[in-house]
């Protein structure tokens, strides 16, 4: 899943778009900067999808916490689409701002009582589940809802999104070692709940 | 290395994270202990389920239209911003007179006044007292909320700025002190703005984005008084 080639503006499993695409992309923003919201609206049509999956797993798969930080992530984007300097795609530039939305927003929800992370909503990760390995995803998508926090962020972002040891500890200010130790922590549980 | 040692290192070894030199051993090792091997087939198995997870889920579909609505909003504003801020020298000469003059004007506003923790008690016709008793917003408070959120949106630009030229005067621990106030208030903000936006009459959430909108201008305003005054 994770490979070691990812550079550090791109996103692990994710690579970034060819030429045409990041040009295309980069015209929408432009068009989005002069207050052109149905050429955001493109932009939106186009990664949300993407996002949305990524809000989902973030969120332990509360449809309704992974909506709002949809939400949340693409009115930022517009506000500081000035900020999005075209060297990296546009979709790696999203799923920054979706991972420092959730970091911002988990600071406050500290303040608020801790809520039981809900599992039947991750049947919305399997949206398009028609293969023979639906189950499989199911029982994954819960497994990785079920993980305590930091072990979530981990695992979600560097086995499943891609990103780099280094890139996880700047985004979530911690250091190298204490998310190798929270991947760890995930994949030995993840293990115990799938396999055992 | 020994068995203790290397079954920690057995994650990287997997990811492919070991160095040149430590990964020779850990894979002689694992070739010959049965332990270790059954748990680089276990992870090995766990990050291929990662893998095949799909990379995409349908949102709702009305996620798209609470984004229009709350940028919306925005557009007028930014315009407006964006004005103020090409003008650098108007910007850096008046900057502090124009803020001060602009949260008078916050301050003193219908819309302000209208939504002020309840004190209104000015001349609503009975239509818009029925209207907002039942926690409704009417069109004449919306509209007064329109003029006050883009009045914030100005002030606030313009006193953020004013104090990021000032913030070196200030001691560190104020900074981070009103920093972590700022952000608090904004998070009030945007998820006032979020719940506005899927429900944009509702009274009580106006009055609450109003309230944070005031909360902020306020605590920009005392501040840049305060490095003024040092």
Known sequence: MKTSAVVSDTIGKH???NADDKAAALERVQRARTGDVDAFEVLYREHSPRIYALCLRLKGGDKSDATELLQDVFIKAWRRLDTFRGDSAFVSWLHRLAVNTMLENARSDQRRTARVLPMEDTSRLAGAARSSGVESRMDMEGAIASLPKGARLAFVLHDVEGYQHQEIAEQLSVSVGTVKAQLHRA????????ES | MTHDVIKHLLDDYVTGDLTDEARPPVEEHVISCALCAAEVESLKRILARAAE??????PPEDAWSNIRSAISRD?????????????GIWQRRYVFAAAAA?????LSSAGTALYMNGHYSGARSSRAVANTSSGEATPAMLAAFTIEENNYLRTASLLQDLLDQQEASLAPETVAQLKASLRTIDEAILEARNALARDPANKLLVEMLSASYRQKVDLLRRTTEMTRGT
């Open chain 1, 15 to 17: 690579p970034s778009t």
């Open chain 1, 187 to 194: 994949r030995r549980l993840l293990r115990e709940r799938l």
């Open chain 2, 53 to 58: 997870l799909p990379e995409t889920a349908d």
């Open chain 2, 75 to 87: 557009e007028s504003a930014v315009r407006a911003n964006d004005s103020v801020s090409r003008s």
């Open chain 2, 102 to 106: 602009i949260l008078v004007a916050v």
